[in-house]
T-cell receptor, first 114, second 112 residues
Framework: NAGVTQTPKFQVLKTGQSMTLQCAQD?????MSWYRQDPGMGLRLIHY???????DQGEVPNGYNVSRSTTEDFPLRLLSAAPSQTSVYFC?????????????FGDGTRLSIL | KNQVEQSPQSLIILEGKNCTLQ??????????LRWYKQDTGRGPVSLTI?????NTKSNGRYTATLDADTKQSSLHITASQLSDSASYIC???????????FGAGTRLTVKP
C-alpha cells in the first residue's frame, strides 16, 4: 500500500524561485493537510482541505498556495521562495478532521532555500 | 509559548531499559491527546490516542497515561529495543474545530 506519497524528497532552491511540492494519497481520504517541521518546534499547519475543491488556511499560510482538484492530490506551491521557508514539509491525510481518525503522514520533502 | 511542551528534549538509554516521556499541555477545551512515533527521515505514525475519560492505554510495550486535571500525559516504553530509537511527538486537540497542537518531540536513542 502506497499511503501518502510526497515528491520530491529533497530540493534546493534559490531565493525567489517558485516550485510545487506534490502529495498524493490512495486511501480515498477526504481530509488532507500540509505541515512544516522546523528544529525545536512542533509541526505547524500551513493549509488544509476537507474535500475536493475546498481548501483553507492553517497557522502559517503566508507564502504558500494550495489547490485540491481531486480527492487524491493536494499540491503545495511556494510562490517566491525565501530562506525562512527552509524546512521539512509533511503532507498528511485522514478520513476526516475528527479526533478518532489518525492522520497518515508522508515521508516529507526536505527543502533548502539558498 | 507553545501550548504543548514535551520533556526531555532528548534521551539516551540502554537497550532493555524502560523510559518515560512527558507531555504537558495548556490546550483548552481539551478533546484528545495522541502520541506519534517519528523515525528518522520518515513521517509520524500514530501510536495511541487518549480521550478525556481515559487514564491509561497500552499498545504493546508502549503505555500512555493521561491526567486531564493536571493536563499531563506520559508515554512509558518498556524493555526498550533499538527500533524504539525515534522522536516521539505529543499532539493535543481542542474541542473547537479539532485544532491540533504539536509538541516539539522527544528524541529517544536506544543504545546496545
Amino acid at each position: 500500500n502506497a499511503g501518502v506519497t510526497q515528491t520530491p524528497k529533497f530540493q534546493v532552491l534559490k531565493t525567489g524561485q517558485s516550485m510545487t511540492l506534490q502529495c498524493a494519497q490512495d486511501m480515498n481520504h477526504e481530509y488532507m493537510s500540509w505541515y512544516r517541521q522546523d528544529p525545536g518546534m512542533g509541526l505547524r499547519l500551513i493549509h488544509y482541505s476537507v474535500g475536493a475543491g475546498i481548501t483553507d488556511q492553517g497557522e502559517v499560510p503566508n507564502g504558500y498556495n494550495v489547490s485540491r482538484s481531486t480527492t487524491e492530490d493536494f499540491p503545495l506551491r511556494l510562490l517566491s521562495a525565501a530562506p525562512s521557508q527552509t524546512s521539512v514539509y509533511f503532507c498528511a491525510s485522514s478520513w476526516g478532521r475528527r479526533f478518532w481518525q489518525p492522520q497518515h503522514f508522508g515521508d516529507g520533502t526536505r527543502l533548502s532555500i539558498l | 509559548k507553545n501550548q504543548v511542551e514535551q520533556s526531555p528534549q532528548s534521551l539516551i538509554i540502554l537497550e532493555g531499559k524502560n523510559c518515560t516521556l512527558q507531555c504537558n499541555y495548556t490546550v483548552s477545551p481539551f478533546s484528545n491527546l495522541r502520541w506519534y512515533k517519528q523515525d528518522t527521515g520518515r513521517g509520524p505514525v500514530s501510536l495511541t490516542i487518549m480521550t478525556f475519560s481515559e487514564n491509561t492505554k497500552s499498545n504493546g510495550r508502549y503505555t500512555a497515561t493521561l491526567d486531564a486535571d493536571t493536563k499531563q500525559s506520559s508515554l512509558h516504553i518498556t524493555a526498550s529495543q533499538l527500533s524504539d530509537s525515534a522522536s516521539y511527538i505529543c499532539v493535543v486537540s481542542a474541542k473547537k474545530n479539532n485544532d491540533m497542537r504539536f509538541g516539539a518531540g522527544t528524541r529517544l536513542t536506544v543504545k546496545p
